[in-house]
């Protein structure tokens, strides 16, 4: 029999966990990559699937997370031995817990090394770098960035040592906290930013590039960064929603809370969206600007409009406060494991997972210099360590979930754990599990490689 209260804690209530999910969710996936992979992808259409991605599968698959990570309790290793154990499954089932603690570790390194971007920013934007910036003088400000090892090992560094530090000090005292106050003004300052576009930019065309599809402009592989990218920002397919899953309450009601976590993390990168378009077009830059996107054109936003330097700084603050409590999942499964198998810690096993992460981002940002002509697949060790999660390891992990749930779990233990009355949200969410998401997942990944 599981315990009912995991050992590292437990949520204080069911509104610290939508927020601690929310803080997970929310993060550079919405802000920085959200925008820069529509814009690489010509779209509307790409959003269009990227939102069916989200409702199709996404959602029900956070359900099948909390659901698994409330029943075992554990990290998610130990919590899906648990769980196939009770319900007489193969341990082999352990590997769905392993292809996230890994997928997770790989995760943290690039996103330590993008959030150390937005780091440098609030420093750029404070000691008024933006002033008079033009879309040229924008784009060679964060070239230089990029070209120097120094300050991107720097900035690296110093988020690294920001996240293991809240990790460190557990759930409760250090998870909860970061979140409660700094997402609805990160929605706030959002919200200003699309004010500013609107008055000042090329709005309706911005409108018209996110929400006009084109599906003439939609290429096979671009579906799979659509379903990718819709798994990343929901922090789906790696137990990091499981794990915050096993620190819920028995009562709180999954459906519910996921809603809520989904339809947050939408609206924060439909937002980033509506900014940084209408921007970008009155600055006569490309949408596919690649992955400096927001650094290229939200500066030219706070040079402009009145308070910009205040504005511009508070923004790129708030940015890295979501990518803490974003990066702060990411090692929350591994150092969970860690201290329950190998009973370390929960310092040292932070540090431990913080400093292999550190080293492999260290790979990483070299790519963007040093090592940039070095590429397997065209693409750099940061651009392969993102392809290789994001569009592989998650949706493998949200794949095996659905089928652990979906097929392998009796319906009586699914339905117990769920709590959801028997009716027509609960037979959608059935349905959705078992038969759309693997399946479309299946397709997607078929169609990637050219097989159908
Ligand atoms: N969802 C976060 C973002 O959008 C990133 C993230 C945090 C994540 N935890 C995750 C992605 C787990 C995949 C899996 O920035």
Redesign the pocket.
Known sequence: MPATVSIHGQWSTRLAFILAATG???????????PYIVGDNGGGAFVLVYLACILLIGLPIMMAEILLGRRGRQSPINTMLTVAREEGLSRGWGLMGWI?VL??FL?LSF?SVIAGWALAYVFKSGSGGFIGLDAEGSSEMFGAMLASPEALLAWHTIFMVMTAMVVARGVRSGLERAVTILMPLLVLLLVVLVGYSMAQGEFIAGVQFLFQPDFSALSANAVLLAMGQA???????????MVYGSYLSSEASVAKTSGAVVAA?TLVALLAGLAIFPILFAAGLSPGQGPGLIFVTLPLAFAEMPMGLYFGTVFFVLLVF??WT?????IEPAVAFLVENLSLTRVFATTLVAMFAWLLGIGALLSLNVWSGYTLFDMGILDLLDYL??NIL?PLGGFLIALFVGWRMTERSVQSELRLKLGFVYSLWYFLVRYVAPIAILVVFLRAIGLV
């Open positions: 997970s969710a929310v993060g550079l996936g919405n802000i920085w990559r959200f996230g997928a997770g995760i996103y798994f990343f920002t929901l922090s789906l397919g790696m137990g990091a929603i993390d979501a990518a974003s990066a702060i999942s990411l999660t994001a998650l």
